[in-house]
């Protein structure tokens, strides 16, 4: 079946730096990717969306680029901020008539001052 | 316009007790689907509803169920509540079901089970 893999965490970074979250997924047809955030004690927030290949998706400095053939959507952002810390899921969407979303295990990234 | 809200926020169960957790759309919005959030399991897909009709259902056992109402609000009930459904419950709407329209997420309730 359909299935997200995202790099284990934690992510420590500091601030300014560059970050890189890898995401890879297995699916059938073409699905739509996103990433989704989850501040702590809140719901999750989407952040980016790409829904075919060759899309990139970008949002508040975040991005991320739909790879068909590494089967790949990673997250990137040029410099990050303390304001960033957050755990961040890759998910997708498949094929099929479902609003079914598949997420990856989420990874957490801790940006310091 | 206001964003999905689920209430209550925080419940505390006992083992064998049932629980029923709401969750009301964004306004417009008439699908609504649920999710399990857990450390070991991390997100998992529970039920979609749309038009008071559940139209997809994750692999969980019979004691999780749902239902909607004909203003798109949902609950979620689960029966002879179990340790292991201690978890963070999230309900997302969308316009329409299916995957064509962004979903958004509600704050989620975080439900204890003891």
């Known amino acids: 079946g359909d299935s997200v893999t995202q790099m284990e965490g934690p992510v420590t970074l500091s601030e300014e730096a560059f970050l890189t979250i890898n995401c890879t997924y297995t699916?059938?047809?073409?699905?739509?990717l996103f990433w989704y955030v989850q501040y702590p004690g809140e719901g999750l927030q989407l952040l980016l969306k790409?829904?075919?290949?060759?899309d990139k998706g970008s949002n508040k400095g975040f991005e991320a680029t739909y790879r068909k053939e590494t089967t790949s959507f990673h997250l990137e952002k040029g410099s990050v901020q303390v304001s960033d810390s957050a755990v961040y899921f890759c998910a997708l969407h498949g094929s099929g008539n479902t609003g079914k979303l598949i997420f990856g295990q989420g990874t957490t990234l801790q940006v310091k001052p | 316009k206001a964003g999905v809200t689920q209430t209550p926020r925080y419940l505390i169960k006992t083992r064998g007790q049932q629980v029923t957790l709401s969750c009301s759309p964004i306004?417009?919005?008439?699908?609504v689907s649920w999710y399990q959030q857990t450390p070991g399991q991390g997100l998992q897909f529970l039920f979609e509803y749309f038009s008071e009709t559940q139209r997809n259902k994750g692999n969980f056992p019979g004691r999780f169920s749902g239902r909607q109402f004909s203003n798109s609000r949902s609950e979620m009930n689960v029966s002879t509540l179990e340790l292991g459904d201690s978890a963070l419950y999230l309900c997302?709407?969308?316009?329409?079901?299916?995957?064509?329209?962004?979903?958004?997420f509600g704050p989620g309730t975080r439900l204890t089970v003891t």
């Open positions: 997302a709407s969308s316009l329409s079901p299916g995957g064509l329209y962004e979903q958004y």
């Open positions: 699916a059938t047809g073409y699905p739509s």
């Open positions: 790409a829904t075919k290949a060759d």
């Open positions: 306004s417009g919005h008439r699908s």
